[in-house]
């Protein structure tokens, strides 16, 4: 099939500790469905079987943050629901990732108006943008194995262990 | 008997006849616009009447007139089951007493209605249970769909988490 024809006999073979944790790490992103508006029926759809994310590995959608990688901020995001995107996103353990879906999260798209942060970047490192209102499915995809790339150009010693961050307790929420 | 114009009319002067109504009917749907002083008592009347049976708050709302004296109106509107008739009652208030007694006791309803009303524009509903804002934080100063505020808001308004990356 794949990894042992090449193995020829042998039961070893030799690789890296980056290259290892690297593959593990692109080929198992379990995504934190932040799904908030529209966005996030198309988010539903990359998960159904016609566009399948889990060709990609993803397709553990966990709504618990302590188990997540990546976290698809899909929909607008208001000042008042700021708070809590953040605090869901302290809860993700590292290594992680943020990929902004649609126009409202990227740069507050037809919502220009007070209510609407104008770009989730004011308040998460993002590292994907995705176009469009909504965007499709495979472009979601597309973001997905950009991500992927991107946990591929990284180091296993790239994530040493952080302090934890500083507990906020928001008051009247 | 069917419910009329006429008929609000006539009952309304009856029942309150110290108070001047007016009047107005546009595309077959009927506005009166009173006083605010007795609007708890008027809505009480136009609820519990069995004739008119106004059961059903519709929605609370307001308008901002910006330079007119009476600055605002809110706006009621009100459905009667029973007669298939709906209504809708205006009354204005100013700037400088900008409250009005809440109906949040008549129907159950019109608290939130009164809610969302106060915090867009600033208007107290006196008598009212539970008067917080409906849609923005607590500690917001300012009232959004008054005229004098500006479309992207005041900056440093809204607080946003810190970057902490």
């Known amino acids: ?173 | 008997m069917p419910l009329s114009k006429e008929l609000i009319e006539q009952k309304l002067n009856e029942k309150f006849s110290g108070e001047s109504f007016v009047f107005t009917e546009h595309r077959n749907e009927l506005t009166v616009s009173l006083d605010k002083k007795n609007i708890a008592a008027l809505c009480k009347y136009l609820k519990e009447e069995d004739q008119l049976a106004f059961k059903l708050c519709e929605d609370i709302t307001a308008i901002d007139w910006a330079k007119r004296k009476n600055r605002f109106t809110v706006v009621y509107h009100i459905f009667s089951i029973k007669q298939n008739f709906r209504l809708t009652l205006k009354a204005d208030v100013d700037e400088s007493d900008c409250n009005i007694d809440s109906v949040s006791s008549v129907w159950k309803t019109a608290n939130w209605h009164e809610r969302e009303t106060f915090d867009m524009y600033g208007i107290h509903f006196n008598n009212h249970p539970d008067l917080r804002r409906m849609y923005m934080p607590e500690e917001f100063e300012y009232h959004p769909l008054r005229k004098d505020f500006p479309l992207m808001g005041i900056p440093g308004s809204l607080s946003l988490p810190k970057n902490k990356n």
């Open chain 1, 1 to 173: 099939m794949g990894l042992e024809a090449r193995l020829n006999g042998d039961s070893f073979f030799t690789t890296t500790v980056d290259a290892l944790t690297e593959w593990a790490r692109k080929n198992s992103v379990w995504p934190m469905p932040m799904g908030i508006s529209c966005c996030a029926i198309e988010m539903m759809a990359s998960g159904d079987p016609k566009y399948d994310i889990a060709r990609f590995g993803s397709e553990v959608m966990r709504f618990t943050p302590r188990q997540c990688d990546l976290m698809i901020v899909a929909g607008t995001v208001t000042y008042k629901m700021s708070h809590v995107v953040r605090k869901i996103y302290d809860q993700m353990p590292d290594p992680k990732w943020v990929i902004a879906m649609g126009a409202c999260t990227s740069s507050g798209g037809m919502y220009r108006s007070y209510p609407v942060v104008q770009g989730i970047d004011q308040f998460l490192p993002v590292d994907i943008y995705v176009a469009g209102c909504p965007p499709r499915p495979d472009n979601l995809l597309n973001a997905l194995m950009q991500i992927q790339d991107k946990i591929g150009r990284t180091k296993a010693r790239d994530f040493q262990d952080k302090p934890l961050p500083e507990l906020t307790v928001i008051q009247n929420n």
